[in-house]
């Protein structure tokens, strides 16, 4: 699989934001790294735990600024997250208790993660992008 390339087609033009969305793309390849490196069980679970807990972060970061603005997609949007939270959590759950190959799994998270980021940032993400502009975000 590709590493995670940051380029300006993924930016929204919010700089926390980016700033967010990039280091998600640094835990993700982060994963990869840990996948191609042969790295212990132990080195893949800290970094899917790095990788739930910013990515939890995040997605409260935009869903904060989305309920405040009373973006009309707002729920949709949370929706969203919630899903792609309790799918990697599941991931992680099944890793964690032994129960599948660690090499499988990991590779399947890495892949799991990794298209859904890129189409969530460059379709859902950015469909708020003008609606964040009309409010005078910058
Ligand atoms: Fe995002
Ligand atoms: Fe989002």
Avoid at 42 to 71: A, M, P, Q, R, S
């Amino acid at each position: 699989m590709q590493k995670l390339e940051w380029d300006d087609s993924y930016a929204t033009g919010f700089a926390a934001l980016d700033e967010e969305h990039k280091m998600l793309f640094g835990f993700i390849n982060d994963l990869r790294e840990t996948l191609l490196g042969r790295k212990g069980k132990e080195v893949i679970e800290k970094v899917l735990e790095g990788l739930l807990d910013y990515t939890n972060g995040h997605f409260f970061n935009e869903e904060i600024l989305l309920y405040k603005l009373h973006y009309p997609e707002y729920y949709a949007h949370k929706a969203a997250h919630e899903k792609f939270l309790s799918e990697v959590r599941g991931y992680y759950v099944t890793f964690k208790a032994g129960d599948a190959d660690s090499k499988l799994i990991s590779a399947e998270i890495t892949a799991v993660v990794t298209e859904w980021l890129q189409e969530h940032i460059m379709k859902v993400d950015k469909a708020y992008v003008p609606f964040l502009k009309s409010k005078g975000v910058r």
